[in-house]
């Protein structure tokens, strides 16, 4: 076991993290029922904040109710539970982790008339999920073998642990044919996401992104980028998108909690623009990180300091 922090909150109490274990008959473990969040806390000119914080534990409780799963905490005891857990690691620069899962309560995909489930938040230090040099030099892509499910099949909003087996066979495959990330395409054949980030395409100076009905998650980041765009002028459009438009792009880009916002400079072995992080992703990377610099003025309130 790797250990990344000294403490992971567990159902209230603050745990070892060595000491911070679950049952191996555990039903997520069995059927995969968790739903957890990726959050950010960054050293800003304010201090520690987490980015969007209320967002993302809104989502978490909406991943949870999509599964009927029963979540004890309210979002302002999530967001707190959060915090604690930073303080208590002495973290001012951190990803975070909370996580809602079924546990031991019995064999079956049915679990029990209620029952509970358990909650934990981990937080720990972690650099650019796809390499830092990738936020400039840009990652080359492929297009996935393996589709996103429709929505009517597993429900695409809910940021649930299940759902990441695709993110599994969309990124691993990439990775085994030479390429560090991978793209996944709908059932109909457009353009869906990138294995765990969302997607965005710019040709002419228009942004554009697939829609929620392409069985992308309805990134949080996603939006920031989208609010901080039209923000400074841009027109963002979102919209159905061919596998060829990736191509024929002026610029290529992926958004995430982990991925932040990430240059894509080839797919499936064509160049996409000149090659490397373009003037409008460069100029969205500079409106984002600003925020935490004080460059960008945080017009939607979305820095909660950990220090209340």
């Given at each position: 076991?790797?250990?990344?922090?000294?403490y992971?909150?567990?159902?209230?109490?603050?745990?070892?993290?060595?000491?911070?274990k679950?049952?191996v008959?555990?039903?997520?473990?069995?059927?995969?029922?968790?739903?957890?969040?990726?959050?950010?806390?960054?050293?800003?000119h304010?201090?520690?904040?987490?980015?969007?914080?209320?967002?993302?534990m809104?989502?978490?409780?909406d991943?949870?109710?999509?599964?009927?799963?029963?979540v004890?905490q309210?979002?302002?005891?999530?967001?707190?539970?959060?915090?604690?857990?930073?303080?208590?690691?002495n973290?001012?620069?951190?990803?975070?982790?909370p996580?809602?899962?079924i546990?031991?309560?019995g064999?079956?995909?049915?679990?029990p008339?209620?029952?509970?489930?358990?909650?934990?938040?981990?937080a720990?230090?972690?650099?650019?999920?796809?390499?830092?040099?990738?936020?400039e030099?840009?990652?080359?892509?492929m297009?996935?073998?393996?589709?996103?499910v429709?929505?009517?099949t597993?429900?695409?909003?809910?940021?649930?642990?299940?759902?990441?087996?695709?993110?599994?066979?969309?990124?691993s495959?990439?990775?085994?044919?030479?390429?560090q990330?991978?793209?996944?395409l709908?059932?109909?054949?457009?353009?869906s996401?990138?294995?765990?980030?969302?997607l965005f395409?710019v040709?002419?100076?228009?942004?554009f992104?697939?829609p929620?009905?392409?069985?992308?998650?309805?990134?949080?980041?996603?939006?920031?980028?989208?609010?901080l765009?039209?923000?400074?002028?841009?027109?963002?459009r979102?919209?159905?998108?061919?596998?060829?438009?990736?191509y024929?792009?002026?610029?290529?880009?992926?958004?995430?909690t982990?991925?932040e916002?990430?240059?894509?400079?080839?797919?499936?072995?064509?160049?996409?623009?000149?090659?490397?992080?373009?003037p409008?992703?460069k100029?969205l990377?500079?409106?984002?990180?600003?925020?935490f610099?004080?460059?960008t003025?945080?017009?939607?309130?979305?820095?909660?300091?950990?220090?209340?």
């Open positions: 076991m790797t250990k990344k922090a000294d992971i909150w567990f159902n209230g109490e603050m745990v070892p993290w060595a000491e911070a679950v049952h008959m555990s039903h997520a473990l069995h059927y995969g029922t968790s739903v957890f969040e990726g959050v950010r806390c960054y050293n800003s304010k201090g520690p904040v987490v980015f969007r914080h209320r967002e993302h809104q989502r978490l409780r991943s949870a109710k999509i599964y009927r799963m029963p004890a309210s979002v302002d005891e999530l967001m707190e539970a959060c915090r604690e857990t930073l303080r208590k690691n973290l001012t620069s951190a990803y975070i982790r996580l809602v899962f546990g031991d309560v064999m079956g995909v049915n679990p008339d209620g029952y509970q489930t358990d909650v934990i938040i981990a720990f230090p972690w650099g650019a999920y796809l390499g830092e040099e990738a936020l030099a840009g990652i080359d892509a297009v996935s073998s393996w589709n996103r429709a929505a009517n597993i429900p695409t909003a809910a940021k649930a642990g299940g759902n990441y087996l695709s993110s599994l066979l969309v990124g495959e990439a990775r085994r044919h030479g390429y990330e991978g793209i996944a709908d059932v109909h054949g457009y353009v996401e990138g294995a765990g980030e969302n395409e040709k002419d100076g228009i942004i992104t697939p929620f009905t392409s069985s992308a998650l309805p990134g949080i980041t996603r939006d920031a980028i989208i609010k765009a039209k923000d400074a002028g841009y027109e963002v979102e919209q159905v998108l061919s596998r060829e438009s990736l024929l792009a002026d610029e290529v880009f992926m958004s995430g982990a991925a916002i990430t240059p894509v400079r080839s797919v499936d072995g064509i160049q996409v623009g000149i090659g490397k992080r373009g409008v992703t100029a990377q500079d409106a984002f990180f600003g925020l610099t004080g460059e003025e945080d017009k939607w309130g979305w820095l909660d300091p950990i220090n209340h």
